[in-house]
């Protein structure tokens, strides 16, 4: 059986005065049904361009856009790449959903919750008002809101932080959705807050047999939800392989990079924190060769400067662990070990 | 035994509102720090963490007397600043500073870098030597600035740069005392750790201490010498660092602690977790008793009607709790 969602040499690009801002650059990635797929990156590396492309979200006039982006649906399937707009709308609330960072400004403040949550229902379902709010009542029970049937008229101003991500939850799940778009859903969230709606994420995917794309830069949240893992750097994958392979095994230099500079609460000993040094790189003006390169603390190991002219390619290293440099395996290996990352 | 560079003795600070909008005539209070006991000492950093509304920036912001403290004793090396006016505070100030969390906001978008730095100098009237701009370019080479810049404005410098520019503008003055407020927490992944090493490298060269207020544990737990935990406004726990992470005593604080992720999936999927139910209460109205009891998951019917005391149960560890976990 295919997976759910096939995305395949996705290319988003705006074009802006000071010149083509390269968002999204040769993504390609699956996810099926039940499976969690994590793109994690900094700011500005082209996680969210890419899955808002996926959803039809992005502006399609200041956008340039290429590649395909296949939702494998029973009906067969469809790619919301070249599909018509009103198309793409029909898929969205019901094959696919999205929930973002920010609850409050995603949420309308002068309609109440239960209204909110109708009219997404109803878009899919032929039943009054009365019907949509006894689902949202439902469904504000299922993710955790206490009282529902009196929260359901509150308005969003009425919620917590951690709750108004519920009901951003609840009004995704509303139509039962075959995937789900998740934007750096605890960012904005307290962490005793967070494993509350980490565990519910994990809780509903479960309950729905959906397929996930999980957006975010925290490596601890990834670590905690994903069964398979993107890196990506400045508009590329740059690894690409299931969750433990990527935490014990990286094998690109910035995946090894990130891991070694975080600091972390399970180990106590006082280890001087191995930064990576440089600034990530404007889209616009990206360097030659491998993006990274300037902030590689390894690019001297490459044979004759190549990766200083070539783009090195998503290259499977070991079985199904991509990634994109020109260091061999053996190499890799020996530069995860000295720098701490577990092997 | 080395002085406190601070001590603070039951700090309060309440701020009143009006509730129910804008024209509501009803005042309430809202108690952001609500008896708080702290000590940082020399070249020391003291971590404070809590979750958002727990009074955490409050406390740091009245310590430098940004706000007017409702109750309590701030003492600045040995010296009580709690009633100080503003005038008599400007000279102790060149001893305190303080880093923002946002490097956007905390910059004069008008000012060029070489003025936010050097405009510290003007306002304690001191002349450093070799002059104000040779000494900015110093202290920019420091904090890992191309001193050529010094005619750039903020909005040409990235997240992690620009605190670097608050870094410097912080540190220019050599204070005795930085409060950091969220310092990293705006910044990038890879950024952080820049961040984090700079402050670390700097509290060595300079002797100065801070006190580190965030909600991250893991940079706290590895920047700090010692921890306070922080809830609604009252400190839940107290311990030096290694005490503290490995032998967490307040139920609060062991919550928090589960709550972490870790980036380490078997470790992840092998830990035990305490899921603390519901939000933060309201500061306005704190729960009686115990400010915790509302969340606990070893309440008991104690815990609903009288305030544990900040005990030290063992030494240099201070806990407010009736059930404490065992040591």
């Avoid at chain 1, 994990?202 to 890196?231: P, S, Y």
């Avoid at chain 2, 912080?170 to 402050?199: C, F, G």
């Amino acid at each position: 059986m295919k997976p759910f969602l096939e995305v395949k040499n996705l290319f988003v690009s705006f074009p802006t005065e000071d010149g083509v801002v390269r968002a999204s650059d040769d993504i390609s990635f699956t996810v099926a049904r039940g499976e969690t797929l994590a793109v994690v990156g900094e700011s500005g590396s082209g996680k969210s361009v890419t899955s808002l492309a996926v959803m039809g979200l992005h502006n399609r006039k200041s956008t340039n856009i290429s590649g395909q982006a296949i939702l494998n649906l029973p009906t067969g399937p469809v790619d919301t790449i070249s599909a018509a707009p009103e198309v793409v709308r029909k898929l969205r609330g019901k094959a696919m959903a999205m929930i973002f960072q920010d609850p409050m400004s995603a949420l309308h403040p002068y309609y109440t919750i239960g209204d909110q949550i109708t009219e997404a229902w109803q878009l899919y379902n032929d039943g009054s008002k009365a019907d949509g709010i006894k689902r949202a009542v439902e469904l504000l029970d299922l993710v955790g809101i206490p009282s529902a049937s009196k929260r359901v008229k509150e308005f969003p101003h009425q919620f917590s932080g951690g709750m108004r991500q519920r009901v951003m939850i609840a009004m995704a799940l509303v139509n039962n959705p075959s995937l789900l778009i998740a934007d750096e859903p605890t960012t904005a969230l307290d962490v005793t807050i967070q494993s509350q709606i980490l565990q519910l994420l994990r809780d509903m995917q479960k309950e729905f047999n959906m397929a996930v794309i999980l957006i975010t830069h925290d490596l601890g949240v990834v670590a905690e939800v994903a069964d398979r893992v993107c890196v990506m750097y400045a508009g590329k994958i740059v690894e690409q392989s299931n969750i433990d392979e990527v935490y014990y095994r990286p094998d690109h230099p910035y995946t090894i990079g990130l891991l070694n500079s975080i600091p972390r609460v399970d180990s106590i000993e006082g280890r001087r924190l191995l930064a990576i040094p440089g600034q990530p790189p404007s889209l616009i003006s990206l360097p030659p060769g491998c993006s990274f390169r300037p902030r590689c603390t390894f690019s001297s190991l490459v044979p004759n400067k190549r990766c200083a002219i070539d783009v090195p390619d998503l290259d499977e290293k070991n079985s199904a662990h991509f990634s994109r440099c020109f260091l061999t395996e053996p190499q890799l290996v020996q530069l995860r070990t000295p720098t701490g990352v577990q092997s | 035994m080395t002085e406190p560079v601070l001590k603070v003795e039951g700090l309060k600070k309440y701020f009143e509102s009006t509730s129910g909008g804008a024209f509501s005539k009803k005042k309430v209070v809202v108690q952001a720090v609500d008896g708080i006991d702290l000590e940082v000492f020399p070249g020391q950093t003291l971590g404070l963490v809590g979750e958002s509304g727990c009074g955490k920036t409050t406390v740091g912001r009245t310590i430098l007397k940004l706000y007017e403290p409702t109750d309590g004793k701030i003492i600045f090396q040995g010296q009580d600043i709690t009633r100080l006016s503003r005038k008599k505070m400007k000279p102790l100030r060149s001893q305190m500073q303080m880093i923002f969390q946002d490097p956007f906001a905390s910059l004069n978008p008008r000012q060029t870098v070489g003025a936010l730095i050097g405009s510290t100098f003007d306002i304690q009237e001191i002349t450093p030597a070799g002059g104000v701009m040779k000494e900015v370019q110093r202290l920019m080479e420091r904090v890992g600035l191309n001193p050529e810049h010094y005619n750039r404005y903020p909005h040409e410098f990235s997240g992690g740069q620009r605190q670097r520019i608050g870094v410097a503008r912080a540190i220019a003055l050599k204070p005795k005392l930085i409060v950091a407020d969220e310092p990293v927490s705006a910044l990038d992944v890879s950024i952080q750790a820049q961040v984090v090493n700079l402050l670390e490298d700097l509290q060595q060269e300079f002797d100065m201490a801070y006190l580190f207020v965030a909600h991250d544990l893991s940079v706290v737990q590895h920047i700090s010498d010692r921890v306070v935990v922080m809830y609604l406004g009252k400190v839940m726990e107290e311990a030096d660092k290694a005490d503290l992470f490995s032998k967490p005593r307040h139920p609060y604080t062991k919550a928090l602690l589960s709550a972490v992720p870790v980036p380490d999936p078997v470790k992840g999927r092998a830990r035990e977790r305490i899921i603390l139910q519901g939000d933060l209460p309201s500061p306005v109205n704190p729960p009686s008793g115990c400010v915790f009891h509302t969340r606990c998951w070893k309440v008991q019917d104690k815990c609903h009607t009288d305030v544990p005391q900040l005990l030290e149960l063992s030494p240099r560890h201070r806990v407010a709790c009736h059930f404490p976990e065992p040591a």
